[in-house]
């Protein structure tokens, strides 16, 4: 549950990036409030027991590549190999961080 907070914070993350980047009416620049202010709730409630750095990693990390993986899906942004791979890393080190950090309880990784 605790480390489901920074993915459900990370996927509002997401929402607001894109959301200052594309928001051109009132409808979508409230969706992109509203996307800051749930995101960083849930962050701030998942620093209540994870180590805060950890969390920030893994939080901007899954952010940046949903941002980017989003930007590629849904605006058809060029992607290439490279740009891929990439992301790839990235998740394979926020996965990393996620698995090594005990939670509260001292127990490695926890649940999602």
Same mark, same amino acid.
């Given at each position: &549950?605790?480390?489901?907070?920074?993915?459900?914070?990370?996927?509002?993350?997401?929402?607001?990036?894109? $959301? /200052? !980047?594309?928001?051109?009416?009132?409808?979508?620049? $409230?969706?992109?409030?509203? $996307?800051?202010?749930?995101?960083? #709730?849930?962050? &701030? !409630?998942?620093?209540?027991? %994870?180590?805060?750095?950890?969390? #920030?990693? +893994?939080?901007?990390?899954?952010?940046?590549?949903?941002?980017? @993986?989003?930007?590629?899906?849904?605006?058809?942004?060029?992607?290439?190999?490279? =740009? *891929? /791979? @990439?992301?790839?890393? %990235?998740?394979? $080190?926020?996965?990393?961080? =996620? *698995? +090594?950090?005990?939670?509260?309880?001292?127990? =490695?990784?926890?649940?999602?």
């Amino acid at each position: &549950m605790k480390w489901g907070l920074v993915v459900f914070a990370a996927v509002f993350e997401v929402v607001w990036v894109v $959301g /200052l !980047k594309h928001a051109d009416s009132v409808l979508t620049w $409230g969706g992109t409030a509203v $996307g800051i202010l749930v995101s960083f #709730y849930l962050l &701030m !409630k998942a620093t209540n027991s %994870l180590p805060v750095g950890t969390v #920030y990693a +893994v939080f901007t990390g899954l952010g940046t590549a949903g941002t980017v @993986l989003s930007e590629i899906i849904l605006f058809h942004e060029p992607v290439g190999w490279p =740009k *891929l /791979l @990439l992301i790839g890393v %990235l998740l394979i $080190g926020v996965i990393g961080l =996620k *698995l +090594v950090t005990p939670d509260e309880s001292g127990e =490695k990784g926890g649940e999602a």
